[in-house]
């Protein structure tokens, strides 16, 4: 169990700030961190790896600098996004060799072991530049656990990764967050969180804009502007009826529904009905149009 | 400090590239001309080639190739967090890398004009060239390793420094030989030959080559012990 913390932590290069004072602490289980691209992830990422330096304040595993601290990586497997470079190595033995240089007692065994893990036992004997970008990311994820780190971190680790072998990567990144790893990884694709990640960070033009599991992400921003779509027996009533509610900002007609934008989301759900059977309209169906992730983003983008 | 895993990694970067071709192509090439001027022509014609082109141009050049194979594309790329992200002390990279580019250096460099000294006679000269081939491959290498872990060009870095520093303005001001890796190497050479040259004195060439490999192999452990991934460009 390993806490991996960051305390009012920057980074700038020049005049340039990739990462303003932020502050997170990562636990164990599977942590996503989101951002879109050039929001300052993999500057994240590089300073809690130890390959950057915090221009101010700092970054630590369990009280301990990671900073120009070559202990720390007995406890941390870093997965970059960086392409591997040592194609004229085989699968086996590249994984091999991450396990020799951690001086494990049983290398063989656990370069066995862990490729059995990422299912790359097969083609572990193939020259990593034969290999599609999927298989080479889960030969990564090998070199990277063989040691069995308590923190995992990946940074990117789906990009150009095909579905099914997506999905393969999530179940064992699910697994190894269940055992009890501080596992984070980042993404600028909303669904890819959505799915793997019980806690979720999201960072924005290297600020910290918001923490929290899912919903609590969601609850946050209940006083945003929310977007729903009605459909009832008689929408241009119901829209004159919701119009001249304090709640509701804008109503408009669109085809066979209605689009209603809400800003107090409690007072709206709880008038609606009585308001409709007051007028004498039947709901038929009521749908937030905006509850993806992508919609939190933007107005955190927007805030 | 070595780690033989690190050194193993780095012999097959200087192996699988092409560049290792060019590292060979020096050697052979040097031998070959030697010989052929040795049997076309009298007197010492071929000796001049062996310190005036080997020594002073074909040993450089080998020592940038090796230096910069064995860290060089790593650097540049990135990739060399693979290697860091290693609970593995960053001085016992650099001098297993170093060990490697060195290994290289004095078998496609020093070696080879030992063996083109040889065949244009003398056989004390030779050794004693040999000697002064060896301690000058000895520095360079860990020169332009130090050089390849601070700079992406380092290749272009290393040749200035050979080809104008040491060439160009050492020929054209002789107190550069105090600080030129060649002349040191070639004044330890001059102890055991008086064939060769007298440039500066002897206990500052040996004291000088040793700070110098020393430095650069220490430099090159403290860069990548800060070495720093860039951010999304």
Redesign the interface.
């Known amino acids: 169990m390993s806490n991996l913390v960051l305390d009012s932590a920057s980074?700038w290069?020049g005049n340039v700030v990739?990462v303003n004072d932020v502050s997170l602490n990562i636990g164990p289980g599977v942590t996503g961190l989101l951002g879109p691209?050039?929001a300052?992830?993999?500057?994240l990422m590089?300073m809690m790896?130890?390959?950057?330096?915090p221009s101010a304040g700092h970054v630590t595993l369990d009280g301990k600098p990671v900073w120009?601290n070559?202990?720390?990586?007995?406890q941390?497997?870093?997965v970059?996004e960086?392409?591997?470079?040592?194609g004229?190595?085989t699968g086996r033995q590249f994984v091999r060799?991450?396990a020799?240089?951690?001086r494990l007692p049983d290398a063989a065994e656990a370069t066995e072991r862990i490729l059995a893990e990422v299912d790359m036992v097969e083609p572990a004997a193939r020259r990593l530049d034969t290999y599609s970008k999927g298989m080479r990311q889960r030969v990564k994820i090998a070199?990277?656990l063989v040691h069995q780190p308590s923190v995992l971190l990946l940074d990117e680790p789906f990009n150009g990764v095909d579905p099914r072998q997506r999905m393969h990567l999530m179940d064992l990144l699910r697994r190894l967050g269940d055992d009890g790893r501080t596992v984070l990884f980042s993404s600028h694709i909303l669904e890819e969180v959505e799915r793997l990640a019980r806690h979720i960070e999201v960072v924005v033009s290297g600020r910290h804009a918001a923490s929290g599991d899912f919903g609590a992400i969601r609850r946050l921003m209940t006083d945003r502007p929310v977007q729903y779509a009605v459909q009832s027996s008689d929408n241009r009533a119901l829209g004159a009826v919701l119009m001249a509610q304090d709640s509701v900002r804008a109503v408009s007609l669109r085809g066979d529904h209605l689009d209603v934008q809400v800003d107090d989301l409690g007072r709206f759900a709880v008038d609606l009905p009585g308001l409709a059977k007051q007028h004498d309209v039947t709901l038929f169906e009521l749908s937030p149009s905006d509850e993806s992730l992508e919609s939190v983003f933007a107005y955190l983008v927007a805030r | 400090m070595m780690?033989?895993?690190?050194a193993?990694?780095a012999l097959?970067?200087l192996l699988?590239r092409r560049r290792f071709y060019l590292l060979l192509a020096f050697p052979v090439l040097l031998i070959g001309l030697v010989t052929l001027i040795t049997v076309l022509t009298d007197g010492d014609a071929a000796w001049e080639i062996v310190p005036g082109l080997g020594y002073t141009l074909v040993l450089p050049l080998v020592a940038i190739l090796a230096a910069s194979s064995v860290l060089g594309?790593?650097v540049d790329?990135?990739?060399i967090?693979?290697?860091?992200?290693?609970?593995?002390?960053?001085y016992g990279i650099a001098i297993s890398k170093w060990l490697v580019a060195l290994g290289a250096t004095l078998v496609a460099g020093s070696l080879p004009i030992f063996v083109a000294a040889l065949i244009t006679g003398d056989t004390t000269r030779a050794v004693a060239l040999f000697v002064g081939a060896v301690v000058a491959g000895t520095t360079y290498s860990a020169l332009f390793l130090a050089i390849s872990a601070v700079t992406r060009h380092a290749v272009i870095a290393s040749l200035m420094f050979v080809l104008i520093w040491e060439s160009l303005l050492g020929n054209l001001f002789t107190g550069i030989a105090w600080l030129s890796i060649s002349q040191w190497g070639i004044r330890i050479g001059h102890a055991l030959s008086d064939e060769l040259p007298d440039p500066a004195n002897l206990p500052w060439a040996i004291g000088a080559s040793l700070v110098v490999t020393l430095a650069g192999v220490w430099f090159a452990g403290d860069r990548l012990?800060?070495?720093?991934?860039?951010?999304?460009d």
Do not use: C, M
Request: a positive charge.
């Open positions: 980074r290069f990739a691209n050039g300052g992830k993999t500057t590089a790896a130890g390959f950057l330096a120009r070559t202990e720390i990586y007995h941390i497997g870093l970059p960086r392409e591997l470079s040592f004229y190595l060799a991450n020799d240089l951690h070199a990277a | 780690n033989v895993t690190i193993k990694l097959q970067a699988g594309p790593e790329d990135g990739s967090v693979y290697l860091l992200s290693k609970p593995v002390s960053r012990r800060s070495f720093s991934l860039r951010g999304e």
